[in-house]
């Protein structure tokens, strides 16, 4: 079993920053990609950025720009570095990984975190 845990969240005015982190812990053999999603209320969940083992990065044409994902390998952690925020940013972010694990056996498996919560207002 693999649990993420977002943190980093909070409130912040337009046009400033957030960087939310995502650490995995458990019987981790390695992670094969990582990403960011969003929900605001009312609304689908959407793909914020994602990051493969290559360093091969994904953004939304929203977030393109202002958004930066990132990963520390030997910390199982993940990044989001989120600059000139706008009120469309406000929801929750939650992120996932596709994670290979060691015990009982060796299995890919995918994994979500629950979500911090990023508003945007002033």
């Known amino acids: 079993q693999v649990q993420l845990v977002e943190s980093g969240g909070g409130l912040v005015q337009p046009g400033g920053s957030l960087r939310l982190s995502c650490a995995a812990s458990?019987?981790?053999?390695?992670?094969?990609?990582m990403g960011w999603y969003r929900q605001a209320p009312g609304k689908q969940r959407e793909l914020v950025a994602t990051i493969t083992t290559g360093g091969t990065t994904n953004y939304a044409d929203s977030v393109k720009g202002r958004f930066t994902i990132s990963t520390d390998n030997a910390k199982n952690t993940a990044y989001l570095q989120m600059n000139n925020l706008k009120p469309e940013d406000t929801a929750v972010y939650c992120c996932n990984g596709f994670i290979r694990t060691l015990l009982p056996s060796l299995r890919l498996g995918e994994y979500w975190g629950q979500g911090t919560q990023v508003t945007v207002s002033s």
């Open positions: 458990g019987s981790i053999f390695d992670i094969n990609a």
